[in-house]
């Protein structure tokens, strides 16, 4: 029998640790395919037939192709998402409830409301 050598294990760690990386630069390249805007249909059909067909060698192609503008759409989505994020804090969050008291505040002093009126308004915002 053949003993499983310190090469042994040192070869099937490499080749692991090869088959990770692929992976990782073919979900890599489908997502920034996939996510892209600017590229039709059927272009991201071909280029999905080549990634499936030949996952290595069309990668490969994709990144000497589109790699620069992958970082760069990247961070359009990044900055969109927190764009996003930002406008629906804005809506949903503490700073709601400080237009609504700011806006009783401005009620309270033009006299569309009294002071009692403007308390249980304070209370019903921050509760």
Request: negative net charge; proline residues 2%; without cysteine.
């Amino acid at each position: 029998m053949d003993d499983f050598g310190f090469l042994d294990l040192v070869w099937t760690l490499l080749i692991a640790y090869g088959l990770v990386l692929a992976l990782i630069v073919l979900f890599w390249v489908v997502r920034d395919l996939l996510h892209d805007r600017t590229l039709p249909g059927y272009a991201k059909a071909i280029w999905l037939f080549f990634l499936i067909t030949l996952p290595l060698a069309a990668a490969l192609v994709y990144l000497l192709a589109r790699g620069q503008g992958m970082g760069e759409r990247a961070d359009a989505r990044r900055a969109a998402e927190a764009q996003a994020f930002a406008a629906l804090a804005r809506e949903s969050g503490d700073d709601g409830v400080a237009r609504e008291i700011a806006r009783g505040k401005e009620l309270l002093d033009e006299g569309t409301i009294t002071g009692d009126e403007f308390d249980a308004l304070k209370e019903r915002a921050l509760a």
